[in-house]
């Protein structure tokens, strides 16, 4: 029987502006195993759609990313710093955030339309996989947009009610627990050893699931346990998953360990490409020239700067703050000089190209060509972490606390990721390991201190840490780094999440 959509049909089926589109959009059976490996394929590629330099621009309300409200930034003709020009008026988030939906959803009809088709026998890692990513994708819609429309089938219901939160988390829980009844047992037997989850990855996935299942706004206090219980067989089981802390945390960033054992969920990109293209050179350094260039970030209040001053001045910060060549014309000199600039003498600059620093060729960065390109994308053979071992070890410290089971293990867990920052034996005691005379109160805000010193700028680290323990308040009286005051009065519950696209809420009256 003749297929009724193409492959190629299909994805530009998938470019719709909705997921409420009223075309069909069904599949018939895809015909071989290669087919059906291509259509899950198709999701991984979905995901690398969603982390692009727009995702990172709808967390720059985090403490650790944003810059300023509706500013912009350049320089004056005579480099003396950064200059602020715009009134602070606030951004429409709308074509930044319908982006991310839209992919997340391409990823999730493909799931649906290819679950019932793969039998739990011939496709069982297959099926598994497939669940899999479905969490993961509305685990990623549940923290940015709070209750998205739950979409399980190929027919796609115009009228489908606003689910609860709550409802939003069980439907996450489920395709996860089918995932680890039909994934590999490890890593080694993984469909793509060191890329493709096997039940390790859904263990760790659905430890985070729990822990954010916990906080703001379900607030299942119960699922502390949960998280605690999931993570600690991770570590537990370490050796058969192949999970460890790399010795070195710059070596996460290196090209030669886009495969490495501290990667538990990722993103991959060309390992072919080799060098930066020549022309990007010239380019970058017409870009940042400081006649020229300008930036516009939005963010409703500005603890940024703060975030920088209290980050331990260890090895850790060396390797994952921004900081890197930056060009500007010295009239004395008359030439181009390089010169080494932060988030703190250069905002603009730095609110652009951290979002993709972790993620570029390091063996670029130290030469001598400037590299402060676009995106994960252009030059990068580093993996685009979703998930990692550290995350995990902070995770089960937490979530043991919360829980009530505040033990040696758990102390172990942050302690391990604190020697590492500091560029010691993550297995060895040290100086800067936790005391145990400290409160549980205490140890709770040095492990949640340690997450975001851990995983700053990454996908998904700080921000979800701010909603799901509700820190809105706490961060609007940080103090202001620059010159706006924020209204605390627009620190509403709401603001938390963004809307869902307009085309789906005009369709789907269960949303305006």
Known sequence: MKKNISLLLLLLLLSCNSIFHEEDTKYTDPDTKQEKIDLVNGMYSCLVKVHNEDYFKALIRSDDVNIYTSWSFTEDGEGQGPIALSDPAA????????????????????????????????????????????????????????????????????????????????????????????????????????????????????????????????????????AARLSGEVIQQAGYYNYTLLPDIADLWMPKNRHNQEDIFGLFFDPERKTIDPKSRVLLETENNINVHSFYFATPYIPQFKFYDKFPVNYRKKCVYPVAYYSYYDKALKRYVKTTRTGLNCPGWFARSMFSYKWIDRDLIYSDIACAYDGPYRGSQATLYLLRYAQTLLTYAEASARAGKLDASAYEAVNMVRRRANKLDPNSPSKFDLSKNISTEQFLDSVVCERAWELCFEPDGRWFDIVRLDLKDKISSYGQDVLWDFSSAKLTDDWYFYQIPDADRLINPNFK
């Open 91 to 226: 951004i429409d988030f709308t074509s930044i955030t319908g982006s991310i939906y839209l992919n997340l959803y391409n990823a999730i009809i493909i799931a649906n339309s290819l679950i019932p088709r793969l039998t739990a026998t011939e496709d069982k890692e297959l099926k598994g996989e497939l669940f899999f990513l479905r969490a993961y994708s509305y685990f990623k819609l549940a923290r940015l947009f709070g209750t998205p429309p739950l979409v399980t089938d190929a027919d796609v219901d115009f009228n489908v009610k606003k689910p609860s939160f709550k409802e939003v988390y069980e439907l996450i829980e489920k395709d996860m627990q089918e995932a680890l009844k039909l994934l590999p047992d490890n890593y080694a037997t993984a469909r793509i050893p060191g890329e493709t989850p096997n039940k390790g990855t859904a263990k760790a996935l659905l430890a985070e699931i729990y822990l954010s299942w916990a906080g703001f706004p379900v607030n299942d206090n119960s699922k502390y346990a949960e």
